[in-house]
């Protein structure tokens, strides 16, 4: 099977029944004791991008091709265990970056792994490399948005898919997440909870990508309208995991995570 970095310009992937598409559901393979419900919304996201991928991976497959896969700020490795389950997973060539190695799911999987800022530009990864690029809840965490979107624009070959994911609230909370809830964190001694440094609306970050011309928005969805607290017993049962995973499609602002599905320009250039 070729590596789709040497035939770049002979497929591209189909995003068109993505607004059509039912997920399936799977169980979250007993990864987290502490949190044992079988369709966890928490990992809806990382769910419903591993079937999507699998899918591309299957058109590359088709055209006699490998899927190369980038996860930047890979974690613990959310998305890698939820591909591992999905029927093209042997067509995938995934590599991973954190600021750390925090990865303790299967770090041998990974083809390559990088360490590093991304607000540094990752100068050892190479420009237009992968299929797909993925960057899940990260640049909430970054004092400084430009060069990290850029980075992660360049990485994308040209026709490619990148797919980044922030938490988001209903403006004007937004404003008062980043301004306010910092500032209350100290006072109150929850560093933790200042750990967000910019904070998005739905709006306000579809503005912010509007800033790449290189880039067209294919998809907006939202993850998890009504989760946790007294309702996180109803995480074991499908039927909420489905009902959860339409209002974020039909109401993708009122969520607390949104996922933003981008193609780069097949004519852009580095």
């Known amino acids: 099977m070729q590596d789709s ?7 591209s992937m189909d995003t068109s029944g993505l607004g059509r598409r039912v997920y ?6 007993d990864i987290d004791p502490r949190r044992p ?17 699998s899918d591309w991976a299957g058109e590359a497959a088709r055209a006699s091709q490998a899927l190369s896969v980038l996860d930047v700020g ?6 890698l265990c939820q591909l591992e389950a999905e029927p093209h997973f042997d067509n995938m060539r995934i590599s991973a970056c954190d600021i750390a190695d925090t990865v303790h799911y299967k770090r041998e999987l990974y083809e390559e792994f990088f360490i590093g800022d991304l607000t540094g ?3 050892e990864i190479g420009s237009e490399r992968y299929d797909v690029v993925v960057c899940e809840q990260v640049l909430e965490h970054l004092d400084s948005l430009d060069r990290a979107i850029a980075t992660l624009v360049r990485v994308t070959r040209p026709g490619g898919l990148l797919v980044i994911g922030v938490p988001i609230f209903f403006p004007p909370l ?9 500032r209350l964190a100290g006072i109150l001694r929850h560093p933790e909870t200042a750990s967000h440094l910019q904070a998005f609306s739905l709006f306000s970050f579809l503005r912010l990508l509007k800033a790449y011309p290189c880039l067209s928005v294919v998809k907006s969805r939202g993850f998890r309208i009504i989760s946790g607290g007294l ?11 489905q009902l959860n995973r339409r209002l974020g499609e039909l109401l993708p602002a ?6 933003i599905i981008l193609r780069k320009s097949p004519g852009a250039s580095r």
């Open 5 to 11: 970095r040497s035939m770049k310009a002979t497929w």
């Open 24 to 29: 399936a559901p799977r169980h979250a393979f």
């Open 37 to 53: 419900e079988r369709f966890r919304l928490r990992l809806a996201r990382y769910m419903v991008l591993a079937q999507d991928i």
């Open 74 to 79: 890979c974690g613990w490795g959310p998305l």
């Open 121 to 123: 530009g990752y100068p």
């Open 174 to 182: 937004h404003l008062a997440r980043k301004y306010l809830v910092p």
């Open 231 to 241: 309702l996180r017993s109803l995480e074991n049962y499908r039927w909420w995991w």
């Open 254 to 259: 009122l969520c607390i995570e949104v996922q």
